[in-house]
């Protein structure tokens, strides 16, 4: 374990086998609500939201307006790749969710969006995994595609104020 986590301990855990959707938007919410902002003492990346006077408004209304419109679109891959994903057909589909989400990660950062960067970043490397790993693909790992989704079209219709609240730190086993 890293070595912050071995001090202090987790701050919140979920059991896989009896999450639910509701019950992990409602952890991350009241994680996302503290007021702490996040960083590390051992030089690993971090993901901080830019200074709002740094980021063209905007450029922020503009990310999320385009981002929610996605949405759909996003959903539509994650389906139907969810539906047969030992298909050929199903196979571009993930290839086409991976580079939306992939798309949205990069511009998520570039627009002062670190809520929906930190989400899609950790979303991007589990597709990214997933296809150079097809072995790896399990019910599970179906249910928590489909609930990332859910859970990013959820954040994007959070309000400007929600979203540009200092990150906290947020550790979740």
């Not at 086998?17 to 994680?31: E, G, H, K, V, Y």
């Not at 003492?41 to 063209?56: E, I, R, S």
């Not at 960067?117 to 693909?137: C, G």
């Not at 399990?138 to 400007?160: F, N, W, Y």
Request: glycine share 4%; with cysteine; net charge negative.
């Amino acid at each position: 374990l890293p070595p912050e986590l071995t001090s202090t301990g987790p701050i919140s855990h979920l059991l896989k086998s009896d999450c639910t959707f509701p019950m992990l938007l409602r952890t991350i919410q009241d994680l996302l609500s503290s007021q702490t902002a996040i960083g590390t003492d051992g030089g690993n990346d971090q993901v901080q939201a830019a200074p709002t006077g740094l980021q063209p408004p905007q450029m922020y209304r503009q990310f999320l307006t385009e981002a929610l419109a996605d949405i759909p679109r996003i959903r539509e891959h994650c389906f139907a790749y969810i539906k047969a994903p030992a298909s050929p057909a199903s196979l571009q589909h993930l290839d086409n969710l991976y580079q939306r989400i992939h798309f949205l990660s990069a511009n998520a950062g570039q627009a002062g969006c670190a809520r929906v960067a930190l989400l899609t970043n950790a979303f991007d490397a589990l597709l990214s995994e997933i296809k150079v790993k097809p072995s790896w693909i399990t019910p599970s790992v179906l249910q928590t595609i489909a609930q990332a989704v859910d859970c990013l079209g959820s954040l994007l219709k959070s309000t400007e104020a929600e979203l540009e609240q200092p990150m906290p730190q947020v550790r979740v086993l």
